[in-house]
């Protein structure tokens, strides 16, 4: 282990002190090493040696940098810029360096996609009914993927729950520390209290099988993960015969959709949804094209056919 090594560990250590999660940590510490080992390849030892001309190369690399024959993708190229930008922040910050050589650095720009597979009315019944209800992982099952297409939280955000972060009575779920570290709280619907009542009575206390306050336990009475929910939601999604790839976010993208056709309020999707910016929010207007096509067929001129008669 070198100086740069050590200072990369005192800089995770500061992160973690500095409440950022578990999984910030870990990628910060991955988008790290590729910087380190650039460092060493250049012959930079001490990192006060680092100047501008080092970053824009560094940034360079980044951009050129290929995996599996493609280019990094953007989200990829960013986290590894911004580790750099931040990583040189916590030196100056610390007295390890005079001046921050990454205090120009741009980030590249984001592609905003559209959600990808969005589901219709019909295809969300059919999931949610695809659990056998006569069983406590059924049970389980059900009031998972009805509180994400009522509520729209992420993935993470479930698994972390704990029973007393719903309140049945007032029909409310509180989201602690969510992406960002910010805590939010968000309506349930009746849908979804009723079968988080259902589980709590009937499931839940078959599941308990060891002490625990997280809301959602697998069979084995532990916390469940998100790529064990991923999975879940998947099985499902085939045992409906949906004939696409279904997800946790594919419910929250389908949430975000639905309520927009039913004309509910961006802003108030945005703060459901915890997004920071409306303009995150704002792609969901690409998604529902209903209203486009309506528009298109009374108004264009070639949306209506014509049948040629032909004199013979």
Same mark, same amino acid.
């Given at each position: 282990?070198?100086?740069?090594?050590?200072?990369?560990?005192?800089? %995770?250590?500061?992160?973690?002190?500095?409440?950022?999660?578990?999984?910030?940590?870990? %990628?910060?510490?991955?988008?790290?090493?590729?910087?380190?080992?650039?460092?060493?390849?250049?012959?930079?030892?001490?990192?006060?040696?680092?100047?501008?001309?080092?970053?824009?190369?560094?940034?360079?690399?980044?951009? %050129?940098?290929?995996?599996?024959?493609?280019?990094?993708?953007?989200?990829?190229?960013?986290?590894?810029?911004?580790?750099?930008?931040?990583?040189?922040?916590?030196?100056?910050?610390?007295?390890?360096?005079?001046?921050?050589?990454?205090?120009?650095?741009?980030?590249?720009?984001?592609?905003?996609?559209?959600?990808?597979?969005?589901?219709?009315?019909?295809?969300?019944?059919?999931?949610?009914?695809?659990?056998?209800?006569?069983?406590?992982?059924?049970?389980?099952?059900?009031?998972?993927?009805? =509180?994400?297409?009522?509520?729209?939280?992420?993935?993470?955000?479930?698994?972390? %729950?704990?029973?007393?972060?719903?309140?049945?009575?007032?029909?409310?779920?509180?989201?602690?520390?969510?992406?960002?570290?910010?805590?939010? =709280?968000?309506?349930?619907?009746?849908?979804?209290?009723?079968?988080?009542?259902?589980?709590?009575?009937?499931?839940?206390?078959?599941?308990?099988?060891?002490?625990?306050?997280?809301?959602?336990?697998?069979?084995?009475?532990?916390?469940?993960?998100?790529?064990?929910?991923?999975?879940?939601?998947?099985?499902?999604?085939?045992?409906?015969?949906?004939?696409?790839?279904?997800?946790?976010?594919?419910?929250?993208?389908?949430?975000?959709?639905?309520?927009?056709?039913?004309?509910?309020?961006?802003?108030?999707?945005?703060?459901?949804?915890?997004?920071?910016?409306?303009?995150?929010?704002?792609?969901?207007?690409?998604?529902?094209?209903?209203?486009?096509?309506?528009?298109?067929?009374?108004?264009?001129?070639?949306?209506?056919?014509?049948?040629?008669?032909?004199?013979?």
């Amino acid at each position: 282990m070198d100086k740069l090594d050590i200072l990369q560990l005192k800089y %995770l250590e500061y992160l973690k002190t500095a409440n950022y999660s578990p999984r910030s940590v870990k %990628l910060c510490g991955a988008y790290g090493k590729p910087f380190l080992d650039f460092l060493r390849e250049v012959g930079i030892t001490n990192i006060a040696g680092v100047d501008r001309r080092i970053i824009a190369d560094y940034q360079t690399r980044v951009y %050129l940098t290929t995996y599996k024959g493609r280019p990094l993708a953007p989200s990829t190229q960013k986290g590894r810029l911004v580790y750099v930008r931040g990583f040189f922040k916590y030196l100056l910050k610390t007295g390890q360096i005079l001046y921050d050589p990454a205090n120009s650095l741009t980030m590249p720009k984001q592609p905003i996609g559209l959600p990808r597979n969005i589901l219709s009315k019909k295809e969300v019944g059919g999931l949610l009914a695809a659990p056998n209800l006569e069983t406590a992982t059924g049970i389980r099952d059900r009031t998972i993927m009805e =509180v994400l297409y009522a509520t729209a939280i992420r993935a993470m955000e479930l698994c972390n %729950l704990t029973i007393y972060d719903i309140n049945l009575n007032e029909g409310e779920l509180r989201v602690n520390k969510g992406k960002g570290g910010k805590d939010r =709280v968000v309506p349930l619907g009746e849908v979804a209290v009723d079968y988080l009542e259902f589980y709590l009575k009937e499931s839940r206390p078959k599941l308990a099988l060891q002490k625990s306050d997280y809301l959602f336990l697998s069979q084995n009475g532990r916390k469940l993960d998100s790529s064990y929910l991923c999975y879940l939601v998947g099985l499902y999604a085939a045992k409906a015969r949906l004939g696409k790839k279904v997800t946790p976010h594919s419910l929250r993208h389908t949430c975000a959709t639905h309520l927009l056709k039913g004309k509910a309020d961006i802003r108030k999707i945005q703060e459901l949804l915890g997004h920071e910016s409306l303009h995150t929010t704002q792609r969901y207007t690409k998604v529902e094209i209903g209203d486009l096509k309506q528009v298109l067929r009374r108004c264009h001129p070639r949306e209506r056919r014509e049948i040629e008669t032909r004199e013979v």
